[in-house]
């Protein structure tokens, strides 16, 4: 019986690595670098630079009010600024769709009077919609290059834990906590 339980414990345990994220085997944040904290308590966000840490609490220095003592009992979330990242490809796909809807519009509008017949130069219609799409992509692409935006990574919390530990019984125990 002992050892079911044993083997099924390391099974879930096992499970659960593939969901543990490359991020969630990261430390804690150092000091001077850029955060945000979500708390459940007033404000419920927190942007800063992590000035120190405490066994009890986090000083956060902030733009807009200074320092900022924040409890570890009360943040839900803590991330990490890893820089800006460019948004070049979001932009070349929103481009490239409304590219190609407006094309698709633009057929369908000069295709649907009486007296035009688009059935018979597809090429036109085929050079519109690789001229109207393929700029409206660039266009897409360029202006996602200049907006760029803070790339944020999740701090592991306690909320899991796995320990691995000899067996008195011979063998090794494996332990998993969750804290949801």
Known sequence: MVRIRSIC???LALAVIPFITPSALGQEPAVG???RVRTTSEPSQVVGVLETRQPDYLVVQTTESGPMNIAWADIS?????????????KGALIGAGLGLAGTTALVIGGCAGDDTDCGEDGGFIFAAYLLFTGGAALVGTFIGAIVR???WVDVPGDRWQIEVAPDPNGGVAVGLNLRL
């Open 9 to 11: 414990t390391a099974a």
């Open 33 to 35: 670098e850029r955060i």
């Open 77 to 89: 979330r803590l991330q990490v600024s890893r820089g800006t990242k460019s948004n070049a490809g």
């Open 149 to 151: 935006t803070e790339r």
